[in-house]
C-alpha cells in the first residue's frame, strides 16, 4: 500500500501540473482574443469616424483601413493610443503618421490591384501594409536600418508578403523597380526629389509632403505626357526627409 501511495503521488503532481499548464494556456488564448476584439472595435470606430468626417470614401481604402491592426505597428507602451487620430513616436526620432492622414493620402494615390507602388519613408510599416491590401506589390525604402529591420520582420510575421523593404536612402528610389504606378513619400523635403519623379509611370500618381518644417504641403502629382501636374492638398506636418536630401 505504502508503495501504491508513492508511485500515485507523482502522477498527481503531473496530472495538476499538466492541468494548470492547460488551464493558463487557455486563460491566455482567451485574453489574446479578448484583446484583438478591443483593438478591432477600436479600429471600426477610428475608421467610421473618417467616414463621418469626410476623410474616408474609397471602399477597398475603407476595407484595408479596417483590417490593418495599427496597434501592431507602435510600441507596446503606445498601443492604448494606437486608434486615436494622432501620430505617435516609434523610435529613434522617427514617428507613424495620424491615420487620418495615411488615409488621405492612400485615396490621393488611387491604388489599383494590378499596381506595383514605391514607398519613401516605410517607418514602422504601416503604411506599407494597408497599400499591401490594395496594390500587386509595394517596396518601401526607410533610411533608419534599425527601423527597416523591425518592419521587415513585423511584416512578415503578418503575412503580407507583397512588400518588399530596403534599408537606404529613399531620395534616389529603387531604380531596378522602376517604373512605378504610383509613389507616396511619408516624410518632408524641401524640393521633390528629380530621381522619383523618373521612375513615376506615364499617368502615375505621386503623394508627396513638401516645405520646411512648420511649413509644409501635401502634395497630389500627375504624370501626364511627361510632364508633371501638381496640386496642393492641405498644410501638414511630417518629418524631415534626410540624406541626401538634405545635402541638396
Known sequence: MRWAMLLSAPALVLVAVVSCSLLGTGRAAESEEQDEAYYARLRNQMVDRFISEGWLREERVIAAMRAVPRHLFVPPSERDRAYLDTPLPIGHGQTISAPSIVAIMTELLQPKPEQVILEVGTGSGYQAAVLAKLVKHVYTIEIVTELAEIAKKR??????????????????????????????????????????IEQLKEGGRMVIPVGETGVQELYLLVKEEGKIVKRAVLPVLFVPMTGEAERK
Open 155 to 196: 511584416l512578415s510575421e503578418l503575412h503580407f508578403e507583397n512588400v518588399s523593404v530596403k534599408a537606404g536612402d529613399g531620395y534616389r528610389g529603387w531604380p531596378d523597380y522602376a517604373p512605378f504606378d504610383g509613389v507616396i513619400v511619408t516624410c518632408a523635403p524641401t524640393n521633390i526629389p528629380a530621381p522619383l
